[in-house]
Structures are given as structure tokens and as C-alpha cells.
DNA sequence: ACGAGTATAGACAGATCGGTCTGTTTAGGT
DNA sequence: ACCTAAACAGACCGATCTGTCTATACTCGT
């Protein structure tokens, strides 16, 4: 069970630094310390290792965004708290997602592009699943409604907007400036 | 000059499908109906081949959104049109630009995640040149100042996660979503 | 202490990768 | 009609890719 492990947190972190097709099965496998039979015993193709790597991701960030969004006071407090937590995450403040390159999701869609392709769902259902966790924290400011909704898409899209403008121009005040201007529309 | 045109048409197109690093020099070639040694005589290697292709997005790109934004009277309406043109393209009613699959520049810093790379600064020069155009028509409306930049921050970042959420998600109405709260924000 | 299950190293296969080289054919300008 | 430049097809190179196979060693419950 800890080799499994071993590899796919081994595939994630070079997945997610150099892209996926980018990195070979070899280098995982060197990289882990792992022989290459039990990769194969423990999974039946690269592609599902990949799947797996993704959904790794989906629990580590999503648990991790949850534990900073639930550490403040439902509602306003918890929102800004989602920003400062990405602030944290761009500028290199929480080990434990790895270095920023970006968000992982967003990159596998880029290589993986159909929507029905395992990966391209997975992470299709990760970002819904960060949807529903920002509409449960409007709901307790604005009640159940299209208006929460509409909030909460506009909050959603304003955090991937900081990621990307982060990952792409290196800009590390994004979400600083992104923080302000949700405060500004709670 | 029409072969490299050609070859450089036909690495966008199948780079922006499938991702960069699953496409071969082989595959592009045959789509392209080229020779292999008129390539290498027009690029030194498949890198040059990549810049040459975002280089040529960019363009693409960039000229098509500033046609569209420029198309209606400047400030806010420019500024909608903008959501206007960005709903047209994830709904595949753009063929210049191919079919949706994402931003290719996002796509492709998520391969080369490394801001001293060729191909990501080319991506991030595009991002801050989108940028400026959204900055120019705010400050038609604001005037010059920290205001109109905090605004354009917004505006950008928000058209960035609606190009996110519909690749990603599939969410086809994600343009007429910004559009809304991009007009309840002038 | 022994047998089963799992891990190891590494050779191997077949395909494909980016890139080079050769020799032939085509196209255009004078 | 001829010369030059460019494009052609495709063999070839060494490296790397995913995946298989073999044969050996370790580990652990009984």
C-alpha cells in the first residue's frame, strides 16, 4: 500500500511541475525508488496512474481549501479567508500543495481536452465540487436563490482568474487585488 | 513563405486540440502534406515550431477580440461586447479560432510552467496585452487611476475563470453569467 | 522455518520521438 | 532552355516511450 503511494504522490508532483505527457513512466519510477513491475502490478496503464494522481489532487486541495474556508466564521469572513488561502498557495506558502505551477486541473484539461476522457471528468467534478463549497458559504449570507448562485459563480471565476493571472504573468498581488474587489461585492 | 505558414497553421491546430507535448513533428507533417527537411529548413527544432505557433495565436487572438471590443462604442459597452465575443467562442461560433478547447495560453504554461521559457513569456506578453485592451476601455469610463486598474483586475480575472469554468466544467452559459455580474460591476 | 505474496533489477520488445541525410523532382526567373 | 532554390519522399540515427518478461530477493503470517 505505501508503494501505491509512493507513486502517485511521486507522479503528481511531476505531473503537475513538468506537465503530463511530459513525464515518462521511467523518470516516476526513478524518482520514487520504485521497480517497474509493481507499477504495473498496481495499476494497469500510465493512464491510470494518471487518473489516480488526479484524484490525489482533488482530495489534497480540496481538503486543504476547506480546512481554511471552515477556520473562519461562516459567510464573509470564510470568502476572504478562500482568497487569502490562494494568496498563500501562489506565493509558495503551502508546502504541502508543492510548488505553485498553476492549478493542476486546469493543466490536465489542457492535455486531456475532451470532456469525456476519466481525467478531463475528474477534474470537471473537482471544480464543481470548489463551486458548491463558495455557494454554501454565500447561502449564509445571501440565502438559497439565483442571487447566491450568481454570487458565488462570480467569486468562482474570480478565483480561477487569480490562479491564472498568477501562473501565467507571475503575478503575486492577484490575489491580493481579487480579495479586495470580492469585499467590495459582499 | 506559404509552407511555413502552412506548418505553422497546422502545429497550432493540432497543439490546441491535443496539448503540446502529445503532438509529433511526424503528425504535423503529414497534416500538413510538408516534407520533413522543409520544416527543419524554416525552424532549427520543434521548440522554435512551438513559439512560432503561440506567436501566431497571439496575433489571432488578439486581433479578433480587439475587432470585437472596438466594434461598439468604447467604455461600457465595449466592455460587454467583450463577454459578448468571449460566449461566441466557447460556444464554437468562432471558426477563426477553432474549436473551444480552452485558453491555448493557459494550456500552455501548464507544459512549460517555467516563466523563463520562451513559450511562457509569450503566453504571459499575451495575458498583459489583453490586459491593457480591458484597461484602456475602463478607463474611457473612469479615467486613468487605481480605480480603473482595480476594475480591469476585476474584469480580467473574471473573464479568465469564465474561459476556465466553461473548458473545464463544460459550462456553456458561463459567459452570459460574467456578462451579468460584469454589468452590475460598471 | 517455510511458503505465498510482493518487491527488486534489468533485459527486452515494438513503436515513436526529434532530427539528419541523400537523392530526386518541381517551380520560377532570366 | 537553363540554372537555382526549394520541396519532395523516405531511409536512417540514436534516444526514449509504454509495457512485458524473467529471475532473484525480501517480508511476513502461520
Same mark, same amino acid.
Given at each position: 500500500?505505501? *508503494?501505491?503511494?509512493?507513486? =502517485?504522490?511521486?507522479?503528481?508532483?511531476?505531473?503537475?511541475?513538468? #506537465?503530463?505527457?511530459?513525464?515518462?513512466?521511467?523518470? =516516476?519510477?526513478?524518482?520514487?525508488?520504485?521497480?517497474?513491475?509493481?507499477?504495473?502490478?498496481?495499476?494497469?496503464?500510465?493512464?491510470?496512474?494518471?487518473?489516480?494522481?488526479?484524484?490525489?489532487? +482533488?482530495?489534497?486541495?480540496?481538503?486543504?481549501?476547506?480546512? *481554511?474556508? +471552515?477556520?473562519?466564521?461562516?459567510?464573509? /469572513?470564510?470568502?476572504?479567508?478562500?482568497?487569502?488561502?490562494? +494568496? +498563500?498557495?501562489? !506565493?509558495?506558502?503551502?508546502?504541502?500543495?508543492?510548488?505553485?505551477?498553476?492549478?493542476?486541473?486546469? !493543466?490536465?484539461?489542457?492535455?486531456?481536452?475532451?470532456?469525456?476522457?476519466?481525467?478531463?471528468? *475528474?477534474?470537471?467534478?473537482?471544480?464543481? *465540487?470548489?463551486?458548491?463549497? =463558495?455557494?454554501?458559504?454565500?447561502?449564509?449570507?445571501?440565502?438559497? #436563490?439565483?442571487?447566491?448562485? /450568481?454570487?458565488? !459563480?462570480?467569486?468562482?471565476?474570480?478565483?480561477?482568474?487569480?490562479?491564472?493571472?498568477?501562473?501565467?504573468?507571475?503575478?503575486?498581488?492577484?490575489?491580493?487585488?481579487?480579495?479586495?474587489?470580492?469585499?467590495?461585492?459582499?
Amino acid at each position: 500500500m505505501s *508503494r501505491r503511494q509512493d507513486l =502517485i504522490d511521486t507522479a503528481l508532483k511531476l505531473f503537475y511541475t513538468h #506537465g503530463i505527457h511530459a513525464v515518462g513512466i521511467n523518470q =516516476i519510477l526513478e524518482e520514487a525508488g520504485v521497480a517497474k513491475q509493481t507499477l504495473y502490478n498496481h495499476f494497469e496503464s500510465k493512464d491510470s496512474l494518471v487518473v489516480a494522481a488526479v484524484e490525489r489532487r +482533488d482530495d489534497l486541495f480540496f481538503e486543504w481549501l476547506k480546512g *481554511r474556508v +471552515d477556520s473562519k466564521a461562516p459567510g464573509e /469572513e470564510a470568502l476572504l479567508e478562500m482568497f487569502d488561502a490562494v +494568496d +498563500d498557495w501562489v !506565493n509558495g506558502r503551502v508546502p504541502s500543495l508543492s510548488e505553485f505551477h498553476g492549478c493542476f486541473f486546469i !493543466n490536465a484539461c489542457g492535455e486531456y481536452s475532451d470532456p469525456s476522457h476519466p481525467v478531463h471528468q *475528474r477534474c470537471a467534478d473537482h471544480k464543481t *465540487r470548489v463551486f458548491k463549497l =463558495i455557494l454554501a458559504q454565500v447561502e449564509k449570507i445571501k440565502g438559497a #436563490g439565483a442571487q447566491a448562485e /450568481e454570487l458565488a !459563480n462570480a467569486l468562482f471565476m474570480l478565483k480561477e482568474g487569480v490562479i491564472v493571472k498568477a501562473h501565467v504573468e507571475g503575478d503575486s498581488q492577484a490575489a491580493v487585488k481579487a480579495r479586495k474587489i470580492a469585499r467590495s461585492m459582499l
